[in-house]
Protein backbone atom coordinates (compact mmCIF):
# COMPACT_ATOMS: atom_id res chain seq x y z
CA UNK A 1 0.00 0.00 0.00
CA UNK A 2 3.03 2.59 0.84
CA UNK A 3 3.99 1.80 -2.39
CA UNK A 4 1.12 2.56 -4.29
CA UNK A 5 -0.52 5.69 -2.71
CA UNK A 6 0.83 8.70 -0.27
CA UNK A 7 -0.59 10.49 2.59
CA UNK A 8 -2.92 13.66 0.55
CA UNK A 9 -3.51 11.55 -2.62
CA UNK A 10 -6.95 12.23 -4.02
CA UNK A 11 -9.96 15.10 -3.65
CA UNK A 12 -11.90 17.03 -1.38
CA UNK A 13 -14.24 13.32 -2.03
CA UNK A 14 -11.66 11.12 -1.31
CA UNK A 15 -8.62 11.17 0.15
CA UNK A 16 -5.68 9.18 1.16
CA UNK A 17 -4.97 10.59 4.89
CA UNK A 18 -2.80 7.70 6.64
CA UNK A 19 -2.91 4.34 8.57
CA UNK A 20 -5.50 2.89 10.85
CA UNK A 21 -7.10 2.45 13.03
CA UNK A 22 -6.07 -1.58 13.47
CA UNK A 23 -2.46 -1.19 12.84
CA UNK A 24 -1.48 -4.46 14.63
CA UNK A 25 -4.12 -6.94 15.64
CA UNK A 26 -2.52 -6.99 19.16
CA UNK A 27 -3.47 -3.56 19.45
CA UNK A 28 -7.39 -4.29 18.67
CA UNK A 29 -9.23 -3.08 21.98
CA UNK A 30 -12.79 -3.94 21.23
CA UNK A 31 -15.61 -1.76 22.80
CA UNK A 32 -18.35 -4.28 23.62
CA UNK A 33 -19.30 -3.20 27.02
CA UNK A 34 -21.26 -6.09 27.52
CA UNK A 35 -18.04 -8.04 27.72
CA UNK A 36 -15.20 -7.43 30.17
CA UNK A 37 -12.56 -5.12 28.78
CA UNK A 38 -9.93 -7.16 26.62
CA UNK A 39 -6.22 -7.36 28.17
CA UNK A 40 -3.99 -7.12 25.21
CA UNK A 41 -1.29 -9.41 24.77
CA UNK A 42 2.76 -9.20 25.68
CA UNK A 43 3.64 -9.03 22.07
CA UNK A 44 1.95 -5.93 21.47
CA UNK A 45 4.48 -3.56 22.13
CA UNK A 46 7.00 -5.25 19.38
CA UNK A 47 4.20 -5.56 16.57
CA UNK A 48 3.05 -2.48 17.16
CA UNK A 49 6.84 -0.57 17.21
CA UNK A 50 7.12 -2.34 14.34
CA UNK A 51 4.19 -0.87 12.16
CA UNK A 52 5.24 2.57 13.76
CA UNK A 53 8.80 2.26 12.91
CA UNK A 54 7.81 1.76 9.16
CA UNK A 55 5.17 4.35 9.11
CA UNK A 56 7.37 6.76 10.79
CA UNK A 57 10.11 6.37 8.45
CA UNK A 58 7.38 7.43 5.59
CA UNK A 59 6.10 9.68 7.00
CA UNK A 60 2.69 8.46 7.61
CA UNK A 61 0.55 9.91 9.85
CA UNK A 62 -1.99 6.90 12.15
CA UNK A 63 -4.49 6.45 13.78
CA UNK A 64 -5.36 3.98 16.66
CA UNK A 65 -8.61 2.37 18.11
CA UNK A 66 -8.26 3.18 21.79
CA UNK A 67 -11.08 2.73 23.74
CA UNK A 68 -9.42 1.99 27.43
CA UNK A 69 -7.06 3.77 29.78
CA UNK A 70 -5.59 0.17 30.03
CA UNK A 71 -4.78 0.16 26.26
CA UNK A 72 -4.06 3.85 25.78
CA UNK A 73 -1.04 4.25 28.23
CA UNK A 74 0.51 1.24 26.64
CA UNK A 75 0.25 3.11 22.47
CA UNK A 76 1.51 5.92 24.23
CA UNK A 77 4.21 4.56 25.57
CA UNK A 78 5.41 2.84 22.03
CA UNK A 79 4.58 6.06 20.39
CA UNK A 80 7.27 7.37 22.85
CA UNK A 81 9.50 4.69 22.42
CA UNK A 82 9.61 5.40 18.38
CA UNK A 83 9.40 8.97 18.34
CA UNK A 84 10.47 10.32 21.49
CA UNK A 85 8.81 12.50 23.99
CA UNK A 86 8.40 14.89 21.50
CA UNK A 87 6.01 12.76 19.56
CA UNK A 88 5.73 12.34 15.94
CA UNK A 89 6.37 15.15 12.91
CA UNK A 90 2.89 13.95 11.86
CA UNK A 91 -0.44 14.18 12.68
CA UNK A 92 -1.79 10.97 14.70
CA UNK A 93 -5.31 10.19 16.41
CA UNK A 94 -6.76 7.69 19.10
CA UNK A 95 -9.93 6.91 18.40
CA UNK A 96 -12.92 6.58 21.18
CA UNK A 97 -11.22 7.35 24.33
CA UNK A 98 -13.89 6.89 26.39
CA UNK A 99 -11.87 5.73 29.71
CA UNK A 100 -8.66 7.91 29.11
CA UNK A 101 -7.12 9.28 32.35
CA UNK A 102 -6.14 12.89 32.71
CA UNK A 103 -2.24 11.88 32.69
CA UNK A 104 -3.02 10.37 29.14
CA UNK A 105 -4.74 13.17 28.23
CA UNK A 106 -1.80 15.20 29.28
CA UNK A 107 0.64 12.82 27.45
CA UNK A 108 -1.34 13.15 23.87
CA UNK A 109 -1.06 17.11 24.24
CA UNK A 110 2.56 16.68 24.43
CA UNK A 111 3.03 14.61 21.62
CA UNK A 112 0.42 16.02 19.32
CA UNK A 113 -1.80 13.81 19.11
CA UNK A 114 -5.87 14.25 18.32
CA UNK A 115 -8.34 12.14 19.43
CA UNK A 116 -11.57 11.88 17.72
CA UNK A 117 -14.99 10.87 20.12
CA UNK A 118 -18.10 9.49 19.10
CA UNK A 119 -21.37 8.52 20.74
CA UNK A 120 -21.36 4.72 21.34
CA UNK A 121 -22.07 5.57 25.14
CA UNK A 122 -25.57 7.38 23.88
CA UNK A 123 -26.34 3.51 22.81
CA UNK A 124 -24.25 1.55 25.51
CA UNK A 125 -24.10 3.99 28.43
CA UNK A 126 -26.79 1.57 30.65
CA UNK A 127 -24.76 -1.17 29.70
CA UNK A 128 -21.41 0.57 30.87
CA UNK A 129 -23.06 1.74 33.92
CA UNK A 130 -24.01 -1.69 35.08
CA UNK A 131 -20.17 -2.94 34.77
CA UNK A 132 -18.23 0.18 35.58
CA UNK A 133 -20.90 2.14 38.05
CA UNK A 134 -22.21 5.84 37.74
CA UNK A 135 -19.39 7.57 39.05
CA UNK A 136 -17.12 6.18 36.30
CA UNK A 137 -19.82 6.71 33.60
CA UNK A 138 -20.13 10.38 34.75
CA UNK A 139 -17.23 11.41 32.93
CA UNK A 140 -16.90 8.99 29.99
CA UNK A 141 -15.75 10.06 27.74
CA UNK A 142 -14.06 12.89 29.17
CA UNK A 143 -14.34 15.87 26.55
CA UNK A 144 -14.75 18.65 28.64
CA UNK A 145 -10.52 17.61 30.12
CA UNK A 146 -9.22 16.96 26.45
CA UNK A 147 -10.20 20.27 25.51
CA UNK A 148 -9.13 21.97 28.67
CA UNK A 149 -5.44 20.18 27.64
CA UNK A 150 -5.57 21.85 24.33
CA UNK A 151 -5.94 18.22 22.72
CA UNK A 152 -7.79 18.77 19.18
CA UNK A 153 -11.11 16.78 19.25
CA UNK A 154 -13.61 15.81 16.36
CA UNK A 155 -16.97 14.48 16.96
CA UNK A 156 -18.42 11.94 15.52
CA UNK A 157 -20.57 8.62 14.90
CA UNK A 158 -18.88 5.61 14.48
CA UNK A 159 -21.38 4.30 12.38
CA UNK A 160 -23.64 2.74 10.96
CA UNK A 161 -21.38 -1.09 13.30
CA UNK A 162 -21.97 0.31 16.45
CA UNK A 163 -23.86 3.59 16.68
CA UNK A 164 -25.88 5.65 14.29
CA UNK A 165 -25.05 7.49 11.70
CA UNK A 166 -27.87 10.39 12.98
CA UNK A 167 -25.72 13.10 13.46
CA UNK A 168 -28.46 14.67 15.85
CA UNK A 169 -28.37 11.45 18.40
CA UNK A 170 -24.64 12.56 18.97
CA UNK A 171 -24.71 16.17 19.10
CA UNK A 172 -28.15 15.50 21.45
CA UNK A 173 -25.87 12.91 24.01
CA UNK A 174 -23.03 15.64 24.00
CA UNK A 175 -25.21 18.21 25.09
CA UNK A 176 -28.00 16.41 27.26
CA UNK A 177 -25.63 13.78 28.83
CA UNK A 178 -28.36 11.24 28.27
CA UNK A 179 -28.84 7.74 26.16
CA UNK A 180 -31.44 7.49 23.92
CA UNK A 181 -33.10 5.45 26.42
CA UNK A 182 -33.17 8.28 27.96
CA UNK A 183 -30.90 7.65 31.08
CA UNK A 184 -28.62 10.25 32.59
CA UNK A 185 -24.97 9.49 31.81
CA UNK A 186 -23.13 12.70 32.46
CA UNK A 187 -23.94 15.24 34.99
CA UNK A 188 -24.07 18.75 33.53
CA UNK A 189 -20.27 20.07 34.63
CA UNK A 190 -19.25 17.19 32.30
CA UNK A 191 -21.62 18.47 29.34
CA UNK A 192 -21.17 20.90 26.50
CA UNK A 193 -23.02 23.64 25.51
CA UNK A 194 -24.22 23.43 21.76
CA UNK A 195 -22.37 25.71 19.77
CA UNK A 196 -18.97 24.00 21.06
CA UNK A 197 -20.97 20.08 20.18
CA UNK A 198 -21.48 21.66 16.89
CA UNK A 199 -18.07 22.63 16.22
CA UNK A 200 -16.58 19.51 17.46
CA UNK A 201 -18.66 17.50 14.68
CA UNK A 202 -18.16 20.22 11.73
CA UNK A 203 -14.49 22.02 12.24
CA UNK A 204 -13.25 19.62 15.27
CA UNK A 205 -13.86 16.96 12.73
CA UNK A 206 -12.38 18.46 9.32
CA UNK A 207 -9.24 19.56 11.57
CA UNK A 208 -8.49 16.08 12.58
CA UNK A 209 -7.77 15.62 8.62
CA UNK A 210 -6.35 19.22 8.39
CA UNK A 211 -9.27 19.91 5.77
CA UNK A 212 -10.79 22.84 8.26
CA UNK A 213 -10.15 25.48 5.86
CA UNK A 214 -11.90 23.63 3.22
CA UNK A 215 -14.70 21.59 4.96
CA UNK A 216 -15.36 23.68 7.89
CA UNK A 217 -14.46 27.20 7.86
CA UNK A 218 -15.42 29.98 10.46
CA UNK A 219 -17.92 31.74 9.11
CA UNK A 220 -17.85 35.36 8.49
CA UNK A 221 -18.30 37.72 11.61
CA UNK A 222 -22.18 38.61 12.04
CA UNK A 223 -22.95 35.37 10.42
CA UNK A 224 -25.45 32.87 12.39
CA UNK A 225 -24.37 29.97 13.58
CA UNK A 226 -27.77 28.43 15.02
CA UNK A 227 -27.93 24.82 13.17
CA UNK A 228 -31.49 24.58 12.97
CA UNK A 229 -34.70 26.78 13.44
CA UNK A 230 -37.96 25.08 14.88
CA UNK A 231 -39.44 24.33 11.80
CA UNK A 232 -36.07 22.44 10.37
CA UNK A 233 -36.29 19.30 8.67
CA UNK A 234 -33.81 16.37 9.81
CA UNK A 235 -32.83 12.87 10.00
CA UNK A 236 -33.94 12.69 13.50
CA UNK A 237 -37.85 13.41 15.01
CA UNK A 238 -39.06 16.59 14.61
CA UNK A 239 -39.27 16.63 18.27
CA UNK A 240 -35.30 16.36 18.97
CA UNK A 241 -34.68 18.98 16.87
CA UNK A 242 -36.91 21.13 18.79
CA UNK A 243 -35.36 19.96 21.49
CA UNK A 244 -31.56 21.22 20.57
CA UNK A 245 -33.01 24.24 18.61
CA UNK A 246 -34.98 25.39 21.90
CA UNK A 247 -33.19 28.71 23.76
Same mark, same amino acid.
Given at each position: MADLVSPGDGDGMLRMLGAGEMLAYSAADFENF???? /???????????????????ERRWPFRLHATYEESIKRFLDVIEDVHGRGGPDVPF?????? !??? =??????? =??????????????????????????? =?????? /?????????? /??????????? =?????WRALHWLVTGRSVG?????? /???????? !?ALRLLTQGSAALADEDRDKAPSPPAGTPTWPCSARTTSPCPRSASRRWCRS
Open positions: EEPR /PRLPDTMEDQLRGVLAFLGILDHAE !TIS =ARSIDRV =ARLGGRIAVQHRMAFQGETFMARYGAA =ATAHTP /PVRRMLRAGV /PVGLGTDATRV =ASDNVGQVLHP /PEHRLDRI !T
